[in-house]
């Protein structure tokens, strides 16, 4: 079975730029998770949704944070503009709508310049 | 609200030897406990987890934990280190609403082995 499969791994950008995660759960989980790690921290959730619906997003900043998971698949967590203190690596991880646990993928980590 | 204490932000073991991570959580409610591991450059893998029934929970690579309500507590233990254990360890707790959680993590105890 394939594990929740992010890109880019890794990514690079100059403050004030746009950048774009996408995620791709396991198959069969119709729950999505958007983290955030910062260096040195435990993950902290942005979003959670429940199949193509964001059930608890209220630790994602909405001026320039935005996410979407049409049709209930796949994810795409975007950030517009950048700013410096967004370097992080940003965590994806999906789980059973009748489960607690969740698995991770490997992570996108972004760096602001 | 729901928090988790991890003790010790970096512990140091010799390879052989006991491995002890100490978590405790604060939660109102019956709480779901995990513990995660997370190797450089890598995502989070489950250890292991604790949801209702015996408090003793075995989970992958020889790690164990063990609920106890009263201490609210759950540390991870080890009988005996190797040095492929070292990494980043997370302790988190979930309290499941609207049929699914979320998970609330501990800032994280890095594991060192000494040969």
């Known amino acids: 079975e394939a594990g929740v499969v992010q890109s880019p791994r890794y990514k690079i950008i100059e403050k004030k730029q746009p950048v774009a995660f996408w995620c791709n759960p396991i198959s069969g989980h119709n729950t999505l998770y958007w983290y955030l790690q910062n260096l040195g921290q435990g993950p902290e959730l942005l979003i959670r949704?429940?199949?193509?619906?964001?059930?608890?997003d209220s630790q994602l900043p909405k001026d320039r944070f935005s996410a979407e998971r049409l049709k209930g698949v796949d994810s795409t967590l975007k950030i517009q503009p950048a700013e410096l203190g967004d370097s992080a690596v940003y965590l994806c991880a999906s789980g059973r709508h009748d489960r607690t646990e969740a698995f991770f993928g490997q992570g996108t980590r972004l760096t602001v310049v | 609200a729901q928090s988790v204490t991890q003790l010790g932000s970096h512990v140091s073991v010799s390879e052989g030897a006991l491995v002890l991570l100490r978590c405790n959580y604060s939660?109102?409610?019956?709480?779901?406990l995990f513990w995660y591991v997370q190797y450089p450059n890598q995502g989070l893998q489950l250890l292991l987890k604790y949801t209702t029934g015996a408090t003793l929970v075995k989970g992958i690579n020889g790690f164990e934990a063990e609920f106890k309500k009263s201490e609210t507590s759950f540390h991870l233990t080890k009988p005996s280190a190797h040095m492929s254990d070292a990494a980043e360890y997370f302790c988190a707790v979930s309290v499941s609403y609207n049929q699914g959680g979320k998970l609330i993590f501990g800032q994280g105890t890095e594991l060192s082995v000494k040969p």
């Open positions: 949704y429940e199949n193509e619906e964001a059930v608890d």
């Open positions: 939660s109102s409610v019956p709480p779901y």
